[in-house]
Nanobody, 122 residues
Framework: QVQLVESGGGLVQSGGSLRLSCAAS????????MGWFRQAPGKERDFVAA????????NYADSVKGRFTISRINFKNEVHLQMNSLTPEDTAVYYC???????????????WGQGTQVTVSS
């Protein structure tokens, strides 16, 4: 039922920051676990971060822990990914996803946005 649209991607220098946003339509947003995933050319879609329904618990991939922060603002139907200390290895298409389980497996998410490109230059 929920539909997702990502924004905020772009080109940034190594060491810089970006904030990605995901806007959700519908009025069942609070019932979904929200996650961010990324996919680089020729690679699988990898877990980045997840936040539970209330926003009280978060989980991060080891590669982004300490640099990225996921958050949600339920009354605005938004989820965000603050990305700091970016490196070229973070270059990928970033996807917002919604699902019924607090999980790092992309197969457990059933609604996806179209993605937003993040490119980090050296």
């Amino acid at each position: 039922q929920v539909q997702l649209v990502e924004s905020g991607g772009g080109l940034v220098q190594s060491g810089g920051s970006l904030r990605l946003s995901c806007a959700a339509s519908g009025h069942t947003f609070r019932s979904y676990v929200m996650g961010w995933f990324r996919q680089a050319p020729g690679k699988e879609r990898d877990f980045v971060a997840a936040v539970d329904r209330s926003g009280g618990s978060t989980n991060y991939a080891d590669s982004v822990k300490g640099r990225f922060t996921i958050s949600r603002i339920n009354f605005k139907n938004e989820v965000h990914l603050q990305m700091n200390s970016l490196t070229p290895e973070d270059t990928a298409v970033y996807y917002c996803a919604a699902g019924p389980f607090y999980d790092s497996d992309p197969a457990r998410y059933n609604t996806w946005g179209q993605g937003t490109q993040v490119t980090v230059s050296s």
